[in-house]
């Protein structure tokens, strides 16, 4: 199985703070990052780092994401970099259009995930690590989040009646 380290991820979005959110959750993973502005810079890259997988928003100015995947799945060279979709726009006019053609694709040219924004760095880096077959970098956060949910999943068991209803009067408030 491969090492993340050995793996390159190009994101590609319009919106330098999903950049800078991505870039970070993927670098947590151990993964080598290269980020584009928009779907002309996008390609560019692509071609100049041939990166082992591809995070592409779908609306972005000069080169949308689906004409991004397009050129990417002629070209014989790069028509086998998996590609993830991350969009805000999966369920509204701006991006519903662009994912009913995906529907139409042939599968090898489909994404290979599409995922909704706001996204969580965990569902990110398991496709990844997913789609690549590595194993990702364990870090302490992860290892923090899972042992704060068993305590509360602990503690959730545990408690009485009148405990679960007070919490499910605040959680429902």
């Known amino acids: 199985m491969a090492k993340a380290s050995e793996k390159t991820i190009l994101?590609?979005?319009?919106?330098?703070?999903?950049?800078?959110?991505?870039?970070?959750?993927?670098?947590?993973?151990?993964?080598?990052?290269?980020?584009?502005?928009?779907?002309?810079?996008?390609?560019?890259?692509?071609?100049?780092?041939?990166?082992?997988?591809?995070?592409?928003?779908?609306?972005?100015?000069?080169?949308?994401?689906?004409?991004?995947?397009?050129?990417?799945?002629?070209?014989?060279?790069?028509?086998?970099?998996?590609?993830?979709?991350?969009?805000?726009?999966?369920?509204?006019?701006?991006?519903?259009?662009?994912?009913?053609?995906?529907?139409?694709?042939?599968?090898h040219l489909k994404p290979r995930y599409i995922m909704e924004k706001p996204i969580t760095p965990a569902n990110l880096r398991k496709a990844i690590c997913n789609i690549l077959d590595v194993e990702p970098v364990e870090d302490d956060t992860a290892r923090e989040e899972s042992s704060e949910h068993n305590a509360v999943m602990d503690a959730l068991k545990n408690a009485d009646k009148a405990t679960i209803e007070k919490i499910s009067q605040m959680l429902n408030a």
Do not use: W
Not at 70 to 82: E, F, V
């Open 11 to 107: 994101i590609v979005d319009d919106e330098p703070d999903v950049r800078e959110f991505l870039s970070a959750c993927i670098k947590d993973a151990g993964f080598q990052v290269k980020t584009a502005e928009d779907g002309v810079d996008g390609l560019e890259k692509i071609e100049k780092y041939m990166p082992d997988l591809v995070t592409v928003d779908m609306v972005m100015p000069r080169r949308s994401g689906i004409n991004l995947i397009r050129k990417l799945k002629k070209d014989k060279n790069m028509a086998s970099i998996p590609v993830i979709v991350i969009t805000a726009h999966a369920q509204d006019e701006f991006g519903q259009e662009d994912i009913s053609k995906f529907e139409g694709f042939a599968t």
